[in-house]
């Protein structure tokens, strides 16, 4: 018997990618709860920033929607400006950043503006935010989002944070600084890129869930790990830790509510 | 000394003239001038370009109320809950007008107001590169670095006609205080042509004397102070109230769709004068809900000699 | 956590090598580290390349002891007096050794540690063009703007391997609290290798968490935190002592030539072993004169929610 | 009789070029007087900035030395970075700028770093400090310096800070924004540039001093405004303000001593 979600088993998964020497540049909605998680486990070191100019080393003492709340604020080591934050991350200073996305693509770059594309819009979504940055500029990155076929596209209409562009040694061609994506972490499985190709790996797949429903919910013929892996669920201590800080299961219960 | 007090209606009808460039929500989720935007809609404010880093709620209230023809952002949306339906249908359809979009990210808006406020024709970057940012109407440009013969973006100044400084505390002069995470709101300002500063409090010029460290806009680049307390209710203002995050989970609800979004703008905009009026809209149980109760005090130091 | 407080001798001798590229003087005329200074003197390290916007005797001093190969700063010299002689004489005849200059504006070498700081390989500017400090060995190039067409003077990034941040007060990681007018020491940091953060007092981490917005530089970036109370005098810490300027006017007597300089030395660096002796030599008479008298407190605000 | 020095009239000459409401890069030794007392006379609202970030608008509570010293901090209305105060003159923020120089050439060019020049340097001076911003980028510009004829030159052997170059429109040329130098007072008289050759020209001359005097000491043919004015000495009380800053007469009565 499941006595998690999918959302819950993807911030422990996230949580389990952040090192303790880590500077994290952290975001918000899962991620944010995966570094309180890291925080409170293996990661009591960690140090997280959040563009609005805030940096922490410690989780904030009240839940947490957005990062510019009240409680992010307080008890932080330094708040500052965005341009501050951002020079850290320019200058190599952030070791892992995470970052969402509504569609990727089998180099993983992301596409949170234009479906459709910029010519031919079709939805207009809200667009970089810090994503762009962090995908260009962290030194690792971990993609968190959901498993669906609409979303997992075998060419992206639009690139907003750049993965591995076509494949290959792309990065460099354009002239971008971070490593590219290290991991894709989705309600369905656990995704890698091929070192070479830098072509999307399924490399674990949640419990419950099978390669054929993940196969089924990717938009291209993905390829798959030699040794794929069931993912780790979480511990009786992940979960209670994930529900201290997201007490009203807003982002990881589904339930949209502050009563 | 010039009078810079003003009240809301009286520093958008003199200072924010139709197709004004607006710097608003200057410091992201927090302190966001809710009640200048408000204010903008009732006086129907046209053709304006807003520019903000990612903007919460605010800008896509603005692109419904019809006040926009442009936006310069990193991110236009309703932060806890994803999208902006007025945004979107502005975009995509052209309700209720066509919008231009240009768009840049945070790191990039933050050095394109650098920019304006060092008074130099664009900085290079790092990022950018290699996504659909570049290229088209977009304003950044590509060149190799004369030193390291990498490939760098340039992002060029943003000069807005107009910064919004939403804060905590200024004297009447303008001198301005702010304390957590400030965003972009001290390169708006130095690089904008009109400071309008919205306070919580005006405070006695001492104050600022007393901690000009603390200070993030000063008084001369100040054109107005307008106090307005409760002046960016739903968003936080630290060591006043905390986020009201009810509000934007309705607000999305309700402006899913146009007809929606109007009755939305009836009630909390049309529907009031002024924020007095929608303070008692929200209700007094819901704003004394808000206030601080784990107060946090900064511990004096001395500028003394 | 790590142990990052260090005795001055350790930090020094751990974190600041032979060759070594050095920022220093970061905030002008206040909050000079000669503690740090002389005991590089007293080690005897060598080839130093000193970075700073304005040096107020300490790097005339270091000129003067051998420990320099190079300096990169804007102004060299002892700001009330005029001239700083170690630095002319090296210059000019190369004694005790001849020095390179690379000679920059307090606004360029700014551009270059912010440059180091956000990570990006120049900063244009509109400083510099048309003065002799174009050209020859000087790092700075000139292009035409993208954009504007305008000329454009370009600042390449500076990165020192240490640099030296000299202020009030910071917590056993680092975490570093100044107040004051704070030159280039935020952009020194965030650009440096290695970071030495020396403090009047060593707090509890409550109080930097208590006013995050005094923070100048995060602890992760910093090295080691040395206790060295007086570690800036004669140059002024705000809330702590005031400027001592007649120890600049006699230095400016004493140093005037080669052996007189060398008696200085010996007096006031060599003839003490640590920054403890040295209080002695000053004197606590002077030490009680120096002491702030004329307090103005910050008034406290609230980080709660 | 005489009963005020040369520097006092130099600090009285430059207060009068301070207007109220002026944005004034102050710097320090006699412009920092000179604002002092305008501020306390006729420019009560003028504004001044300090590079290593101070903003201040009413003059500091005891007698300094350096623009760090502690007293000018306490009471300002802003302490903050260099970066933020050199971004204000760059981006035409500051109306007024002032700056001294061991040497200056007919064309209002100042050297402060290298005496002979930086290949055959006889001296080594100081350099730039902010002196090269301020001349390259400050709306106005008054020079400040002793009238010898070893510093007043037919041209400078290196140019720290620009004043117009070659003369005509030469700023323009090489892509400077400031308007260059409206004054240069001296201790013996005031000069001003002429609006289209950009040659220095004697304005006026201070009392007790002869034009012939001036002409003897300056490098080059000076020449003269059609009417040389005496310089109006100081009143009584700009006297007893610029005392009450200057109290030991360490900049205006030579005095240098603290005791």
Known sequence: ?259 | MEQKIYSMKEAVSQFIEDGDSVAMGTALEAAIPFAVGHEIIRQGKRDLTLIGPISDMLFDQLIGSGCVKKVVAAWVGNVIMGVGYNMRRAVEVGVPRKIEAEDYTNLTISLALYAGAMGIPFVPTKSLLGTGMMGGKQPFKEMECPYTKERLALVPPLKPDVAIVQVQRADEEGNTHFWGGSGVTKEAALAARKVIVVVEEVVEKKVIRNDPNRTIVPGFLVNAVVPEPWGAHPSPVQGYYNRDHEKYMSYHNESRDRDGYLKWLEKWVFGVKDRKEYLKLVGEEKTKSLLVKRHRKSIPVDFGF
């Open chain 1, 1 to 259: 018997m499941m006595d998690y979600t999918m959302q819950e088993l993807m911030v422990v998964a996230g949580s389990r990618e952040i090192r303790d020497d880590d500077v994290v540049f952290v975001g918000m909605r899962l991620p944010l709860l995966a570094f309180q998680l890291a925080k409170d486990t293996h990661a009591p070191h960690a140090i997280g920033i959040f563009e609005n100019g805030i940096l922490r080393d410690v989780p904030a003492g009240d839940a947490l929607y957005t990062m510019g709340d009240t409680p992010n604020i307080e008890g932080a080591i330094w708040t500052t400006s965005m341009m501050d934050i951002m020079s850290l991350l320019q200058n190599g200073r952030v070791s892992l950043g995470f970052i969402g996305g509504a569609e990727v693509d089998r180099f993983g770059n992301l596409n949170t503006t234009y479906i459709g594309g910029r010519e031919n819009v079709r939805v207009r979504l809200p667009g970089s935010g810090g994503g762009s940055d962090i995908a260009s500029l962290s030194k690792r990155l971990v993609i968190i989002m959901n498993h669906e076929k609409r979303r997992f596209l075998r060419r992206v209409s639009y690139i907003t944070s750049p993965g591995f562009g076509n494949g290959g040694n792309w990065r460099q061609r354009v002239g971008l600084r971070g490593r590219g994506p290290c991991a894709v972490i989705t309600n369905k499985g656990i995704l890698r890129f091929d070192l070479h190709t830098k072509e999307m790996v399924l490399d674990s797949v949640h419990p419950g869930v099978t390669v054929e429903e993940i196969l089924e919910n990717t938009g291209w013929h993905l390829r798959l790990a030699s040794n794929i892996q069931e993912t780790k669920p979480p511990t009786k201590t992940e979960l209670r830790i994930i529900r201290k800080y997201d007490p009203r299961g807003f982002w990881t219960q589904g339930k949209r509510t502050f009563r």
